[in-house]
Nanobody
């Protein structure tokens, strides 16, 4: 059974940094593509960043420069570091695991940025 659990969200002020974590179980993990998405109020879920098993990283245009995705295979955890947070970063952040052609999602972690 695949399980995906995000953590690290919260209420922060604009300009601060935050690191989100995504811990998984039930997969090979080291070969899985790990991705982060976010969904702001009233908007569709959007892709933010992803990292493949070899460590290559990809970012959306809106994430380039302030977001860093990484992974620790020993801890079976992926991370999303966000610097210089802006109010428009307010959203529920979701982790996605791609395992054997299937996509698995966590429940999300809320990030709220106050101005």
């Amino acid at each position: 059974q695949v399980q995906v659990e995000e953590s690290g969200g919260g209420l922060v002020q604009a300009g601060e940094s935050l690191r989100l974590s995504c811990k998984t179980s039930g997969t090979t993990f080291s070969t899985n593509v790990m991705a982060w998405y976010r969904q702001a109020p009233g908007k569709q879920r959007e892709w933010v960043a992803q990292i493949n098993g070899g460590g290559s990283t990809y970012y959306s245009n809106s994430a380039k420069g302030r977001f860093t995705i990484s992974r620790d295979n020993a801890k079976r955890t992926a991370y999303l570091q966000i610097h210089s947070l802006k109010p428009e970063d307010t959203a529920v952040y979701y982790c996605q695991v791609q395992h054997w052609g299937q996509e698995y999602w966590g429940q999300g972690t809320q990030v709220t940025v106050s101005s």
